[in-house]
């Protein structure tokens, strides 16, 4: 089946850094992919929609100078978290969707960014 | 708008069935999903449904789609404890091709 790929799984720095999240589609290319961020005990809020090969499209009130979006080719994205502070603590997610037809999203299993 | 809701915790015995239901507001979404989600884990599908469906089974899972009502419901049989999870009921509401609207998740907890 499809198979979604994030890394790493666990991130902890310090305030300041920034941090590169990886999100791979291992057996299927993805002109799209999609990225959440989930608060403790809540549900999965998209941040943006990444694109191949253009500008990825974010959802209302969230920084594209904060998150960047890369989407060089059609099976990886990757979110940088620029300058990150305590409050971007979090854990992040990131989804795909083969291209064929109406298939669902497969999601990563996520990376827990612990910024001090 | 678009909107999902879900009860927020269900608690069963272990070998009964277990109902999560959820109410969804776009009459227009194509699909319905349901994903689980395990301690410090993404997210898993379980199953999904065509809007044009009113039932699917498979195996201990059975959706059902109640489109005037806007409820879907998932029904896991002889629960177990390594149901033990998050459940998530998602849309897929017309205008957002691949845009997820998630609710909040329903805790189940199993015991023994």
């Known amino acids: 089946g499809a198979v979604v790929s994030q890394h790493p799984s666990r991130v902890i720095c310090k305030s300041g850094t920034s941090v590169k999240i990886e999100c791979r589609s291992l057996?299927?290319?993805?002109?799209?992919m999609f990225w959440y961020r989930q608060f403790p005990k809540q549900s999965l809020m998209l941040m943006a929609t990444s694109n191949e090969g253009s500008k990825a499209t974010y959802e209302q009130g969230v920084e594209k100078d904060k998150f960047l979006i890369n989407h060089a080719s059609l099976t990886l994205s990757t979110l940088t978290v620029t300058s990150a502070h305590p409050e971007d603590s979090s854990f992040y997610i990131c989804?795909?969707?083969?291209?064929?037809?109406?298939?669902?999203?497969?999601f990563g299993d996520g990376t827990r960014l612990s910024i001090l | 708008g678009e909107d999902v809701e879900q009860s927020l915790f269900l608690s069963v015995r272990e070998g009964d069935s277990s109902v999560i239901n959820c109410t969804y507001t776009?009459?227009?979404?194509?699909?319905l999903y349901w994903y689980k989600q395990e301690p410090g884990a993404g997210l898993q599908l379980l199953t999904y449904i065509f809007s044009n469906m009113d039932m699917k089974q498979d195996q201990r899972l059975t959706v059902l789609l109640n489109k005037k009502d806007k409820h879907l419901s998932l029904r896991i049989a002889d629960t177990q404890t390594g149901d033990s999870a998050i459940y998530f009921c998602a849309e897929n509401p017309s205008g957002g091709y691949n845009k997820l609207i998630f609710g909040a998740g329903t805790r189940l907890a199993v015991h023994p």
């Open positions: 776009d009459s227009s979404s194509t699909y």
């Open positions: 057996d299927f290319q993805a002109t799209t």
């Open positions: 989804s795909a969707r083969p291209p064929a037809g109406n298939q669902p999203q497969h």
